[in-house]
């Protein structure tokens, strides 16, 4: 039976590194129909934080990666005691005070890593090693051994930090008297110039939610990182990622994380998006900036989702982007203003608010022409005009299509904007 699980401490927030862990562990149960376990390693009361559990959980589910079973260390220190009782009993372990240490065995230590083939230790430099702290906690190796074992963990997949611990547990496996499972180490990630920070994209997944990606877009990202479907493939879903999926396959080398990257897929899974999704996953955000949802007609919101939709990155881009469609008054940026309405254009602005309001139907196409047949009335050339109108409209330099932009702010918003645009 594959059996797999990934391991957090709820001492921090769940981050890109954990995430991918997480992910490789559960597209390895899901290639070999095994169970993936989720266990919160919280034995650290003190660093450990119900505000970390809450958003490692709610997180793993915004992914998708849903657990077969799920424990807290916090719930099972008697079982670690249990434990090493027994291996005090049989002189493997002593108690030193409440503390329970155990004899290191001076041998060579062989690990056999699906990813990194094979792996000697010297165990010479290993000191005997704690198995419950003075204050009756088990040390992270101790109880990770026990409970691995417990749970019929039949691979460990976790990152390439965790190999020096290996030989450590290893030896607690052989003292316990526990068939050890498979070991695969995943591969470091790496910021383009260096180590991962913050800066480069080492932030929490739940930042990554708050700043609009799309889940399946960064699943997809992140299973690229020391892996690849192959073929140069790049947008793969997670279904057909899971049926090519082999931890033997992945990469030994640091992956590279590249925002650039998971920017482009965002753009791809939003583009690819059925509108009435993405305006559900977009209405929260109006709401939160003060758009009252029930006053907006659901087939307009859905032609605005719809002309966005191909230029977005973020789901936040949409909400930046389309205030002046949903607010009532416009407030355009000083610097804009004089770059584009610095010129007085009150007149032709006059004369195109007065056709604009007796068009009917008004939709690009019938604006266009207005727009078109006054331009070359008056001789000018549509350049002289886009860009301030668009300016006057929608307060921003650039957008979509001008006419699809006033067909959809609507005859009324358009002609009160242009009539208002030189105060
Ligand atoms: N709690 C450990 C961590 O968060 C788990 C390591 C392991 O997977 O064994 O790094």
């Not at 119900?50 to 916090?74: P, R």
């Not at 607010?327 to 610097?335: G, K, P, Q, T, V």
């Not at 047949?373 to 109108?389: F, N, Q, R």
């Amino acid at each position: 039976m594959v059996k797999v699980r990934f391991a957090p401490s709820p001492t921090g927030y769940l981050h890109i590194g954990g995430a991918r862990t997480a992910l490789f562990n559960w597209m390895y149960a899901k290639a070999q129909n095994g169970k993936f376990v989720l266990r919160i390693e919280d034995t650290d009361r003190q660093r450990s934080d119900q505000k970390f559990v809450d958003e490692i959980l709610d997180s793993m589910k915004w992914l998708g990666l849903t657990w077969d079973e799920l424990y807290f260390q916090s719930e099972r220190f008697g079982i670690y005691r249990e434990y090493a009782q027994r291996l005090i009993k049989e002189d493997k372990a002593f108690a030193e005070g409440d503390a329970v240490i155990l004899r290191m065995p001076q041998q060579e230590i062989k690990l056999y890593d699906l990813i990194r083939g094979e792996i000697v230790f010297d165990t010479a430099t290993i000191k005997d090693q704690v198995l419950i702290k003075s204050d009756g906690s088990p040390s992270y190796s101790f109880a990770c051994v026990v409970d691995d074992a417990l749970m019929e963990i039949s691979c460990v997949i976790r990152g390439e930090d965790h190999i020096s611990n290996t030989p450590k547990q290893l030896i607690i496996y052989q003292s316990l008297g526990f068939h050890p499972p498979k070991f695969a180490h995943l591969p470091l990630i790496m910021g383009e110039e260096g180590r991962l920070s913050k800066r480069t994209g080492a932030v929490a997944v739940s930042d990554y939610r708050q700043e609009g990606f799309l889940p399946q877009a960064l699943v997809n990202y992140l299973m690229l990182l020391g892996w690849s479907p192959g073929n140069n493939q790049e947008v793969v879903d997670l279904d057909s990622a899971v049926k090519k999926f082999s931890i033997k396959k992945v990469n030994k080398a640091a992956a590279i994380f590249s925002m650039d990257k998971l920017e482009w897929l965002n753009s791809q899974y939003l583009k690819k998006m059925n509108t009435d999704d993405l305006v559900n996953l977009l209405k929260p955000g109006l709401q939160e900036k003060g758009c009252l949802l029930e006053q907006i007609d659901g087939q307009r919101l859905r032609t605005i989702v719809d002309l966005y939709k191909g230029r977005m990155t973020t789901l936040k881009d949409f909400w930046g982007w389309t205030d002046f469609l949903f607010e009532d008054s416009l407030r355009i940026d000083a610097n804009i203003r004089q770059k584009h309405l610095a010129h007085d254009l009150r007149k032709e602005f006059k004369l195109l608010s007065e056709r604009l309001a007796n068009t009917q139907p008004f939709d690009s196409s019938s604006t266009e022409k207005i727009f078109r047949d006054l331009v070359a009335e008056l001789g000018l050339k549509s350049s002289d005009l886009v860009h301030p109108v668009r300016v006057a409209l929608t307060g921003k330099e650039v957008g979509p299509g001008l006419f699809d932009t006033i067909s959809i702010l609507g005859k009324e918003k358009t002609v009160q904007r242009l009539n208002e645009a030189f105060g």
